[in-house]
């Protein structure tokens, strides 16, 4: 255990935080208390000469010396006296020392080892599916345990600003200030990353006949396949293990659930202007089951091709360490190398190219004003129609089915006493109706099986878009926090705060930002059109092939019983001439 003594910092600009968000407000040259460097993502706790406590973004402080208090420090505050956060949770860990006093700073949570990569870690107690993965908050267990707290936290920034971790980590909340310092924006953006960058590691972004757009350079597809069940400590342990095969090299990798989720971890924090998919679910029970384990890779084939279709991280290093090594002391040193990346999070836009035309803010501003209210329709309504086909589908699977059935039980039953006569002429006549029951019971089967072919179909694609749509705002948040910051440094030259020639500095650095930013929507966009094209044909093509065959099985029956002869008619009964229509009258 080591002891944390508070620190002084001086404030280099002018905040304002959400208090709902326990952020804490100052002024610029304001002297603050730095109560917690530990809080993680560019954020420390402060207190200011008021007293007030709360999260400050790190890049805005300088430490300096604090001069000797003429006063006793303030006692700490009794816990049922702490106030909770807009979202209900504590400002204050009550299991730390009071933050007026020298705080016992416990060991950084225990990171996977590089050397445990493949070795006997927690990781492979349950093997992959014990608790939730980095993409996906859902169906997380009491094992989660052996999660480690890190990668808990980073998961949770990146997929919502509501989510705290349960490890006595302050909550932060979901503002433009949290999201842009969290990802290193607001740092490049105000100068503070530099460094020359090699024309190798150089990201273009080019004019396109739609507007901005990534550089396309290398195309190339990935297949998943060939499931296997693999294991260690001869046999205490196992896992499922995926063969990957990219088509420019065709050698394949084995890699397990949690390679996944380290690479999409990897991804996330490297990109902070391109929403990373969620991986598919993780989950215990039927994690061997050969259904389970087809769907699961049906679904990391999807993320994996989503991944190598778009053309930054498809062709960034550390997704080719992935999709290519097969060596286990390289796996190792790629992974460190990956894990230390020198242009991941705000360092990524140092690599950007953009083009020399200055852009028009107003009509940035107009473009992504658009672009939040299409997404956030686009999510409605993308849930919106995932409840509708599900509903749909479980009509399918029973309503549907159990109706057709039971006119076609009902038909047979008919067909069962009509043959309980011994005339000759009605036998055929039982025979169509007792047909007409099969078919009626066939397609009530088809009802049931149908939704595999088309409505699930679907339903995976309105699905994997959910996912992106839900950790877009993220990627916006970026950008909004560097328009928000230029607008403020505009002002900071009205009051001499700084030059003009460091305000024009700054706004070139958020260009790049909003390049990135327009790229990547129009990457969205482009994809969108495809992706929705071909779902939409394949539902379509398959309900027409549905409905054909249920015409064609109708058709049948009725077929049957229009070539029936039931009886010569008598010979002294007149045959009714066309368009001549007769009634029955009872005497």
């Given at each position: 255990?080591?002891?944390?003594?508070?620190?002084?910092?001086?404030?280099?600009?002018?905040?304002?935080?959400?208090?709902?968000?326990?952020?804490?407000?100052f002024?610029?040259?304001?002297?603050?208390?730095?109560?917690?460097?530990?809080?993680?993502?560019?954020?420390?706790?402060?207190?200011?000469?008021?007293?007030?406590?709360?999260?400050?973004?790190?890049?805005?402080?300088?430490?300096?010396?604090?001069?000797?208090?003429?006063?006793?420090?303030?006692?700490?505050?009794?816990?049922?006296?702490?106030?909770?956060?807009?979202?209900?949770?504590s400002?204050?860990?009550?299991?730390?020392?009071?933050?007026?006093?020298?705080?016992?700073?416990?060991?950084?949570?225990?990171?996977?080892?590089?050397?445990?990569w493949?070795?006997?870690?927690d990781?492979?107690?349950y093997?992959?599916?014990?608790?939730?993965?980095?993409?996906?908050?859902?169906?997380?267990?009491?094992?989660?345990?052996?999660?480690?707290?890190?990668?808990?936290?980073?998961?949770?920034?990146k997929?919502?600003?509501?989510?705290?971790?349960?490890?006595?980590?302050?909550k932060?909340?979901?503002?433009?200030?949290?999201?842009?310092s969290r990802?290193?924006?607001?740092?490049?953006?105000?100068?503070?990353?530099?460094?020359?960058?090699?024309?190798?590691?150089?990201?273009?972004?080019?004019?396109?006949?739609?507007?901005?757009?990534?550089e396309?350079?290398?195309?190339?597809?990935?297949e998943?396949?060939?499931?296997?069940k693999?294991?260690?400590?001869?046999?205490?342990?196992?896992?499922?293990?995926?063969?990957?095969?990219?088509?420019?090299?065709?050698?394949?990798?084995?890699?397990?659930?949690?390679?996944?989720?380290?690479?999409?971890?990897?991804?996330?924090?490297?990109?902070?202007?391109?929403?990373?998919?969620?991986?598919?679910?993780?989950?215990?029970?039927?994690?061997?089951?050969?259904d389970?384990?087809?769907?699961?890779?049906?679904?990391?084939?999807?993320?994996?091709?989503?991944?190598?279709?778009?053309p930054?991280?498809?062709?960034?290093?550390?997704?080719?360490?992935?999709?290519?090594?097969?060596?286990?002391?390289?796996?190792?040193?790629?992974?460190?190398?990956?894990?230390?990346?020198?242009?991941?999070?705000?360092?990524?836009?140092l690599?950007?190219?953009?083009p020399?035309?200055?852009?028009?803010?107003?009509?940035?501003?107009?473009?992504?004003?658009?672009?939040?209210?299409?997404?956030?329709?686009?999510?409605?309504?993308?849930?919106?129609?995932?409840?509708?086909?599900?509903?749909?589908?479980?009509?399918?699977?029973?309503?549907?089915?159990?109706?057709?059935?039971?006119?076609?039980?009902?038909?047979?039953?008919?067909?069962?006493?009509?043959?309980?006569?011994?005339?000759?002429y009605s036998?055929?006549?039982?025979?169509?109706?007792?047909?007409?029951?099969?078919?009626?019971?066939?397609?009530?089967?088809?009802y049931?099986?149908?939704?595999?072919?088309?409505?699930?179909?679907?339903?995976?694609?309105?699905?994997?878009?959910?996912?992106?749509?839900?950790v877009y705002?993220?990627?916006?948040?970026?950008?909004?926090?560097?328009?928000?910051?230029?607008?403020?440094?505009?002002?900071?030259?009205?009051?001499?705060?700084i030059?003009?020639?460091?305000?024009?500095?700054i706004?070139?650095?958020?260009?790049?930002?909003?390049?990135?930013?327009?790229?990547?929507?129009?990457?969205?966009?482009?994809?969108?059109?495809?992706?929705?094209?071909?779902?939409?044909?394949?539902?379509?093509?398959?309900?027409?092939?549905?409905?054909?065959?249920?015409?064609?099985?109708?058709?049948?029956?009725?077929?049957?019983?229009?070539?029936?002869?039931?009886?010569?008619?008598?010979?002294?009964?007149?045959?009714?001439s066309?368009?001549?229509?007769?009634?029955?009258s009872f005497?």
């Amino acid at each position: 255990m080591s002891l944390q003594y508070a620190l002084g910092a001086k404030a280099l600009y002018e905040f304002t935080g959400d208090p709902d968000g326990g952020e804490l407000s100052f002024q610029q040259d304001e002297l603050l208390v730095i109560i917690r460097q530990d809080i993680g993502d560019g954020w420390w706790e402060a207190r200011s000469q008021s007293g007030k406590q709360g999260l400050i973004p790190e890049s805005y402080v300088e430490i300096v010396s604090l001069p000797e208090p003429s006063f006793p420090p303030p006692p700490p505050p009794a816990p049922s006296q702490v106030q909770d956060n807009h979202y209900g949770y504590s400002y204050y860990d009550d299991k730390r020392s009071s933050i007026s006093q020298p705080i016992q700073q416990s060991a950084p949570p225990k990171q996977p080892s590089f050397d445990d990569w493949d070795d006997d870690d927690d990781w492979d107690d349950y093997d992959d599916d014990d608790a939730s993965s980095c993409g996906t908050a859902q169906n997380v267990t009491n094992n989660n345990h052996h999660l480690d707290t890190q990668s808990i936290q980073s998961h949770d920034t990146k997929n919502s600003g509501i989510h705290a971790t349960g490890y006595g980590t302050v909550k932060k909340n979901y503002s433009r200030f949290s999201q842009f310092s969290r990802t290193g924006g607001e740092s490049f953006m105000m100068g503070q990353l530099t460094g020359s960058v090699a024309e190798s590691d150089c990201v273009k972004i080019i004019e396109g006949p739609y507007g901005l757009e990534w550089e396309v350079k290398t195309q190339y597809t990935c297949e998943l396949k060939d499931p296997k069940k693999e294991s260690k400590l001869k046999g205490l342990k196992s896992y499922m293990a995926y063969q990957l095969t990219p088509s420019f090299s065709n050698f394949t990798v084995s890699r397990r659930y949690k390679h996944f989720d380290w690479l999409h971890e990897r991804l996330e924090e490297k990109f902070p202007c391109i929403p990373v998919p969620p991986l598919p679910e993780k989950a215990i029970s039927g994690r061997y089951e050969d259904d389970f384990v087809n769907e699961r890779m049906k679904l990391l084939q999807r993320w994996v091709t989503r991944m190598v279709r778009h053309p930054i991280i498809s062709r960034c290093e550390v997704f080719f360490h992935f999709l290519t090594c097969s060596d286990e002391k390289k796996w190792k040193q790629g992974k460190r190398k990956a894990e230390k990346d020198e242009y991941m999070g705000g360092r990524f836009f140092l690599t950007l190219r953009a083009p020399s035309t200055k852009l028009d803010m107003t009509e940035v501003d107009q473009k992504m004003e658009n672009f939040v209210k299409f997404v956030r329709g686009m999510d409605d309504n993308v849930k919106h129609l995932l409840n509708i086909f599900h509903d749909n589908m479980k009509k399918h699977q029973g309503p549907f089915k159990r109706e057709y059935q039971k006119i076609g039980g009902a038909f047979k039953n008919l067909a069962t006493t009509f043959g309980s006569d011994d005339l000759s002429y009605s036998k055929n006549l039982t025979t169509a109706i007792d047909q007409t029951g099969d078919a009626y019971n066939k397609i009530g089967e088809m009802y049931a099986n149908q939704p595999q072919k088309d409505s699930q179909i679907l339903a995976d694609g309105l699905n994997e878009y959910k996912g992106i749509l839900s950790v877009y705002p993220d990627v916006l948040k970026v950008h909004e926090g560097a328009v928000g910051k230029a607008k403020e440094c505009q002002k900071q030259v009205e009051d001499a705060k700084i030059t003009e020639s460091e305000m024009l500095s700054i706004l070139q650095r958020a260009d790049i930002i909003s390049f990135g930013t327009l790229a990547e929507m129009t990457h969205f966009q482009k994809e969108r059109v495809v992706d929705f094209k071909i779902m939409m044909q394949a539902y379509l093509k398959q309900q027409i092939i549905f409905y054909q065959e249920i015409t064609s099985k109708l058709e049948e029956s009725l077929k049957m019983l229009l070539s029936l002869s039931l009886f010569p008619p008598h010979p002294l009964s007149p045959m009714p001439s066309a368009g001549k229509h007769y009634s029955l009258s009872f005497l």
